[in-house]
C-alpha cells in the first residue's frame, strides 16, 4: 500500500530563514510524488512535482523538492521564508500508473517576522 | 487556476436532509474526485469518475453517492446528511495525458450538518 508520512505537524520559523518540510513515501511502485499547498479558507495549489526525471525538483515561490530514493524522502525546502508561505503544506504521492493520489496529513507552517 | 467552480460554498443543513454539491469544470478533462477534509486527516478521497456515467468509489464512500451525465459536471450526494458528514469538501480533476496525474482543486464547500 502507498502512504505518505509528514514528519511535523507543526513548523515555525522566522522571516528570512530557512524552510524544511519533511517527507517519508511508501510505495511499492515507482511514484510520482508532489507538493500541494493551501492557504487559509482556500483550496489546495500544486508547488511542484517530481515524476521520474530530475531528482531535484523546483517549484513556485522559490520551494524545492529533493527526491531520495534510499532514503524514500521527498523533503521540502525553501533558503529564505517570507511571510505569504505561512500555509498548510500537503506531501501526496500518487502510485506509477495510477491516477488516485494519497494525501499526507499535512504541516502547518507557521512564518514569525 | 484552473477552471472549477463548486456550489454552494457554503451550507448548513440538519441531520437527516439530504445535500447535493456541485462541482462545475471548463477544463474538459476527464478525470474528476470528491475529498473530504478534516483536521488530522489530509484529504480522502470519498469518489472519482473517469469518464461521463463511469465512476467508482474511494476510501471513505460510505453515506456518499455521485453522478456525472455531462463532462463538465461531478454531482456529490449525501442521502440522509449526518454530523459526522461536518467537514470541508473539495472537488478536484486531472486529465489522463498527464504523466504524472496531478490534480488540480476547486474553492471548496464548507458543510455543516447540525
Known amino acids: 500500500a502507498q502512504s505518505v508520512t509528514q514528519l511535523d505537524s507543526h513548523v515555525s520559523v522566522s522571516e528570512g530563514t530557512p524552510v524544511l518540510l519533511r517527507c517519508n513515501y511508501s510505495?511499492?511502485?515507482?511514484?510520482?510524488l508532489f507538493w500541494y499547498v493551501q492557504h487559509p479558507n482556500k483550496g489546495l495549489q500544486l508547488l511542484l512535482k517530481y515524476t521520474s526525471a530530475a531528482t531535484l525538483v523546483k517549484g513556485i515561490n522559490g520551494f524545492e523538492a529533493e527526491f531520495k530514493k534510499s532514503e524514500t524522502s521527498f523533503h521540502l525546502t525553501k533558503p529564505s521564508a517570507h511571510m505569504s508561505d505561512a500555509a498548510e503544506y500537503f506531501c501526496?504521492?500518487?502510485?506509477?500508473?495510477?491516477?488516485?493520489?494519497?494525501f499526507g496529513t499535512g504541516t502547518r507552517l507557521l512564518v514569525s517576522p | 487556476d484552473a477552471g472549477i467552480t463548486q456550489s454552494p460554498r457554503h451550507k448548513v443543513t440538519e441531520t437527516g436532509t439530504p445535500v447535493t454539491l456541485r462541482c462545475h469544470q471548463t477544463?474538459?478533462?476527464?478525470?474528476m474526485y470528491w475529498y473530504r477534509q478534516d483536521p488530522g486527516h489530509g484529504l480522502r478521497l470519498i469518489h472519482y469518475?473517469?469518464?461521463?456515467?463511469?465512476?467508482d468509489k474511494g476510501e471513505v464512500s460510505d453515506g456518499y453517492s455521485v453522478s456525472r451525465s455531462k463532462t463538465e459536471d461531478f454531482l456529490l450526494t449525501l442521502e440522509s446528511a449526518t454530523s459526522s458528514q461536518t467537514s470541508v469538501y473539495f472537488c478536484?480533476?486531472?486529465?489522463?495525458?498527464?504523466?504524472?496525474?496531478?490534480?488540480?482543486f476547486g474553492p471548496g464547500t464548507r458543510l455543516t450538518v447540525t
Open positions: 501526496v504521492v500518487s502510485p506509477n500508473g495510477f491516477q488516485k493520489l494519497v
Open positions: 477544463e474538459n478533462h476527464r478525470y
Open positions: 478536484a480533476i486531472s486529465e489522463s495525458s498527464s504523466d504524472s496525474y496531478e490534480q488540480y
Open positions: 469518475s473517469y469518464g461521463v456515467k463511469d465512476t
Open positions: 510505495s511499492s511502485y515507482s511514484p510520482s
